[in-house]
């Protein structure tokens, strides 16, 4: 049994939406370590809260403000902490409470737990949540690579495939809690899009193949650029877009559960898609492009259907295969491959090659 410290990410504060699914994911791994019998300490942001299958684990909580986020940057963009910032009162609660703590493992996209690495007694590892985004991220998480491989795990194949990585990449995937989605065999005439409101989304996409196929588009998130929300929703006729607000995991999976296709639409290269399987652990079907995580984790006609990137006509069409998948077939495919049980083996395989490296 370990001893292990799960630092969050510094944007937003549990239960907030503003860490996108780096939340989702910081409570699969609590509750699945403490399943596994594993002490576990939670850092995050003031005000976060846990889930109750995370009440074995200790909260410690920091003030501070949010980081930029690296993917509304520039690539070339320089390292910036601004006043009073989370992350630095994460990493210096974390250095001097260390010797508590057989490994430290960062769920955080930022370049200051990667440079520390080296640094610190205890081992310290990283699930890295997003893709490349940034130069300077780039080099700080290959440095890591270079020096200590096994201290670095990733979420798809094709989300580690773009850092220059000297071996096989360690890539865990995700895990869900699934006994809090329900699987829901009855669809209504809807279409469903969920995730932070934001352009590297694409909702724009999601919101013409609704105008399109002429079908309500359901779409649940925190509206992070209400800019860009609004030049969405100005951009097909009204009525086109259902905006139903920020919903804890709780009533997004009731109301997920009523959707005939889940579209995801991602522009980026996202790291894996949380509310991708979450969609299918309620029985919805998902029509995506073949690209990033979405890509890898959609399997024409066995929970889903695919598209050439960015290709309306063929999104469109995509709609109309997953529309014909098989609900119950979506749900067995995500008990298969991304539960929480199975995930936390995973990551608690990880954890021990990282502690016998
Ligand atoms: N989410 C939520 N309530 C909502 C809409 C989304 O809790 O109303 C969560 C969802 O469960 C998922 C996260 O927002 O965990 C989005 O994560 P994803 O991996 O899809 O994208 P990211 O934001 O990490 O880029």
Not at 52 to 75: I, N
Request: hydrophobic residues 45%; contains cysteine.
């Amino acid at each position: 049994m370990s001893r292990v410290l799960v630092v969050s990410t510094p944007m937003g504060v549990l239960g907030s939406g503003g860490g996108g699914g780096v939340e989702l994911t910081a409570t699969a791994i609590v509750a699945g370590l403490l399943g596994r019998g594993h002490g576990v300490t939670v850092l995050a942001g003031e005000g976060s809260g846990l889930p109750a299958s995370c009440a074995g684990a200790r909260l410690e909580t920091q003030p501070g403000v949010d980081q930029p986020s690296w993917q509304h940057l520039d690539a070339a963009a320089p390292i910036t902490i601004p006043l009073n910032a989370r992350l630095p009162r994460f990493w210096q609660w974390a250095l001097a409470q260390q010797d508590q703590f057989d490994v430290i493992l960062n769920l955080g996209y930022d370049w200051l737990p990667f440079w520390l690495t080296p640094h610190f007694a205890t081992p310290l590892c990283h699930l890295v949540s997003m893709g490349s985004v940034a130069t300077v991220m780039d080099g700080a998480i290959a440095a890591v690579g270079q020096l200590h491989p096994e201290r670095l795990a990733f979420h798809t194949r094709s989300q580690a495939a773009e850092f220059p990585l000297a071996g096989a990449p360690i890539v865990l995937g995700n895990g869900l809690d699934l006994s809090r989605y329900h699987f829901r065999p009855e669809a209504e005439a809807v279409l469903g899009w969920a995730g932070r409101i934001a352009p590297e989304k694409g909702l724009e996409d999601g919101a013409q193949v609704a105008a399109r196929l002429g079908w309500p588009l359901r779409v649940w998130g925190l509206r992070q650029d209400e800019a860009y929300a609004a030049a969405v929703a100005a951009a097909v006729p009204a009525g086109v877009i259902d905006w139903r607000g920020f919903l804890p995991t709780e009533d997004l999976q009731r109301e997920l559960g009523a959707c005939q296709v889940f579209l995801n639409t991602p522009k980026w290269n996202e790291a894996f898609g949380n509310v991708v399987v979450e969609a299918m652990a309620c029985g919805v079907p998902v029509a995506t492009y073949a690209r990033g995580g979405p890509g890898e984790l959609v399997i024409e006609a066995t929970n889903g259907a695919l598209a050439e990137p960015d290709n309306l006509d063929a999104l469109t069409a995509a709609v109309g295969r997953a529309a014909g998948v098989e609900r119950a077939g979506c749900r067995r495919w995500v008990e298969m491959h991304h539960g929480q049980a199975a995930f936390a083996e995973r990551l608690e395989a990880w954890l021990l090659q990282v502690l016998t490296a």
